[in-house]
């Protein structure tokens, strides 16, 4: 029975589904160069990933390459944006337009992975009425009926840490179904809503004990 994309959401693991992209950025780099064939090998030694477990990867997508010769990197880069969902638009609205929400709306390059900032909200009278990039900036208690205007299914949240769980509910309240939660506290939801958390201070607190090690390492060699 062929795999259809409903069925590789259900069985494709998340660090597989993690890798994706970065297989994605370097065969679009290879098909501007014009390169025709592309092999896991090659893949591998660009992005350190071992070149069995990129073939495995390829596999949930049902993608197979040519033996001795690799794969299509035209037919790759495709398969992997229409499995990734990035051709598609995905409406999305930001609460918290400060510094890290405006940044986010001013930065075009997410539209060319899909997501579409349609709205902006938040509590500040200085903000609200305002454009950012051409995005409307609203009160928040007009979210619900924005989320409506806009038929956006996806809540970025900005806002500081004491406020996350609060608007994650009035997210979901007026309809969202995911949410991208940038604060570092754990908001939570029902099981029927998506959530993706990027948390820059958790990753900043990886890099700076990382680091710490290595200088550690480095002082006692």
Known sequence: MAITPDHIHDIIPEPALRRLPWYLAYVSMLKDQNVEYVSSTQISRELSVDASQIAKDLSFLNIKGKTRIGYNVITLEKELQDFLG???????????VGSLGGALIQDSGLANYG????????????????TLCGIPVFDIHELALRRKQFSAEIGIITVPVEHAQSVADQLIEAGVKALWN????????TDDIVVQNTSIYAHLAVMYNRLSITKSRTVNS
């Open 86 to 96: 990035f051709h598609r638009s995905h409406n999305a609205l930001i609460v918290g």
């Open 182 to 189: 940038y604060t570092p506290y754990r908001i939570k939801v």
């Open 115 to 130: 997501l579409n900032i349609v709205a902006g909200f938040d509590t500040n009278p200085d903000i609200i009425g305002r």
